[in-house]
């Protein structure tokens, strides 16, 4: 089974730096999708950024980009200047042939 | 509607009795899942129901779980006796086709076994 882990259960940071967060995966799958999810205090959860495994070039949406390593099996996030209402728990999902299975999240803070 | 539905979104219900969570999915979406979210933890998949075919029901923990999708819509979460440990926030979340789609969320049903 495909499995999603995140190693850094709190992130805090200051506001305009720049923030990674960390993910890696396990899969015997070669087309995959990964993607980050963002979740307020609201609890609403908001798709942040997607990658398809067969594309080599990072996806990037505005101050977010990922870092995608597939033979690594990692994906990380990275926050450019980072503002306070990127204060939110983030999630790395990944998808192959079967459901959607999520990591355990990064609760991050961004501080003023 | 504009958007994924969950009803109630808090429920407080006593040991031992059965609750219903409702989902109304975004219309035309073919794909819907159930997740459960323990305070300050991960999404624990529990369910996935795809077009006509057959559920995915490999997340649901004990037979005291069960979900149904009506007409390729609406979906309800029963959970029957419950516990205190199913105490926990239930996500529901829809998307187009299913497979590698962006899901969209509702806000979720607040569950608290008292």
């Known amino acids: 089974a495909q499995t999603v882990t995140q190693s850094q259960p709190e992130m805090s940071v200051q506001e305009a730096e720049t923030v990674t967060l960390s993910c890696t995966y396990d899969?015997?799958?070669?087309?995959?999708?990964l993607f980050w999810y963002k979740q307020p205090p609201s609890r609403q959860m908001i798709l942040v950024i997607r990658q398809e495994a067969y594309k080599q070039q990072n996806a990037t949406e505005n101050r977010f980009s990922v870092n995608f390593q597939k033979a690594a099996k990692s994906f990380s996030l990275k926050i450019s200047d980072s503002q306070l209402g990127d204060t939110a728990m983030y999630f790395c999902a990944y998808q192959g042939a079967q459901k959607l299975v999520f990591g355990q999240g990064t609760r991050l803070t961004i501080n003023p | 509607g504009a958007g994924v539905s969950q009803s109630p979104s808090n429920k407080v219900t006593e040991k031992g009795k059965d609750v219903e969570l409702r989902c109304d999915p975004i219309?035309?979406?073919?794909?819907l899942y159930w997740y459960r979210q323990s305070l300050g933890q991960g999404l624990e998949f529990l369910i996935y129901f795809q077009g006509n075919s057959a559920p995915d029901k490999s997340g649901l923990p004990s037979d005291r779980f069960s979900a149904e999708r009506t007409g390729g819509s609406v979906s309800t979460l029963t959970i029957q006796r419950t516990q205190q440990e199913d105490s926990a926030v239930y996500l529901c979340?829809?998307?187009?086709?299913?497979?590698?789609?962006?899901?969209?969320f509702g806000s979720g049903t607040q569950l608290s076994v008292l």
């Open positions: 219309s035309g979406h073919t794909a």
């Open positions: 979340a829809s998307s187009l086709e299913g497979l590698n789609e962006k899901l969209f």
């Open positions: 899969t015997s799958e070669n087309n995959y999708y």
